[in-house]
């Protein structure tokens, strides 16, 4: 079992970086060198790290932990790819798996592209899980698209050279940090490396709970200790490195094989063993 992983971004690398044999960073300057964060249209800022997985303050001390734990210790493995919680596999409840949102007139000239880009992807999801999972659009909330709408999540532009091209979340971070940015610098007004139904793909696997394919031990084995993230997660699948799931960060842009982002037979087996 094993299996599906993450996406895009450009910016700090993986967990543990190139010097396999340096000594840990002190905590400031990990946090300078692999963690960053984005701000919101109303002004939140959410932390993140790896090109896309955001991460919380109690997160964040928990990762250092676990990236001090390796460089000393010699941990290398990271089997991979449902994200897990204290409870157990992050995944959406029974009874919720239909995600409700909103897309902001924010958006402006833009808008057409990106409901388009949403529904190709959430369409491709939902026919790989055989149904089990499903996205449901609601405009009358884009006037008012933000974390007080009562839907699952908001889609919300931001604009910033940070790097990022787009961050979701996971289903269980809470409703006020759970938004899809989308980053116009990055998307439209610069050509992004991978098309924004890809991305997009590959951040709803986030919302289904999937972590980055590259982070388990074979992405290791093959890339690099740049690939090393956390071990809060199983194997789903068996190791598929043509994954949507899989990150620049640890294979670089130039070696993403599968560059349209699209579910792979493997994605499509692991969602629905996770779903169905």
Known sequence: ???????????????????????????????????????GPTGSQQLFYD?????????????????????????????????LTLYGEDLLPVGQRVQTYCVSNAFGQFKPAVLQAIATAAGDWTNAAGGAVGWEYHPEWDGACDTNAPLTFDAVPINEASGLYAQ?????????????????????????????EGLLRHEFGHSLGLRHETARAQGIVEYGLQCYEDVFFRPITQYDDYSLMATPACTGLGGIKN????????????????YQ
């Open 1 to 39: 079992m094993t299996k599906l992983a993450i996406l895009l971004l450009a910016l700090p690398a993986c967990m543990i970086g190139s010097g396999e044999n340096d000594p840990p960073l002190p905590f400031d300057a990990w946090q300078t060198k692999y963690v960053s964060s984005t701000t």
């Open 51 to 83: 090109w896309d997985q955001t991460l919380t303050r109690d997160q964040e001390t928990r990762l250092y932990q676990q990236y001090f734990t390796a460089k000393t210790a010699g941990v290398t493995e990271s089997e991979a790819t449902v994200n």
């Open 168 to 196: 979701a979340f996971f289903p269980s971070t809470p409703r006020a940090q759970r938004e899809l940015y989308i980053n116009l610098y990055t998307v439209f007004y610069n050509a992004p490396p991978v098309p924004l």
């Open 259 to 274: 560059p349209t982002l699209t579910i792979t037979g493997l994605d499509a087996q692991g969602i629905r063993e996770l």
